[in-house]
């Protein structure tokens, strides 16, 4: 897949709040969630952050509810969690094949 100079899939989804994610740790298996908060401001340089105790970009929301902090190259985008094209009205329910009322 072709990556951007950030190291990014180029034509696929990107890391935002709201998308699920695979959290790789170093000790364990890999843990799945959302993404909740973006702390990029805190992260950039002059932004907050403490040498001694670094502020991670990302916070996600497992799904065994807990809450974990993590850098951008320690997520995954979960590729089961999008769709190619979204529903365009999405309140509508699926039909099913057959009779409906009104036909």
């Known amino acids: 897949m072709a990556r951007d100079s ?9 890391l935002t709040v709201g998308v699920r994610v695979l959290v790789r740790r170093s000790s364990g298996a890999d ?5 909740v908060e973006d702390y990029a401001a805190v992260t950039d340089p002059g932004g907050g952050g403490h040498e001694w105790a670094p502020v991670h970009r990302w916070a996600v929301a ?12 320690d997520l ?3 590729p089961g969690s999008y769709r190619s094209a979204p529903n365009p009205n999405p309140d509508s329910a699926a039909r099913t094949p057959g009779r409906h009322r009104g036909e």
Not at 31 to 35: F, P, R
């Open 6 to 14: 950030g190291n990014r899939p180029v034509g696929g989804p990107e």
């Open 31 to 35: 843990l799945t969630g959302e993404v």
């Open 62 to 73: 497992l799904d065994d509810g807990r809450l974990v902090f993590a850098d951008t190259e």
């Open 76 to 78: 995954t985008i979960d």
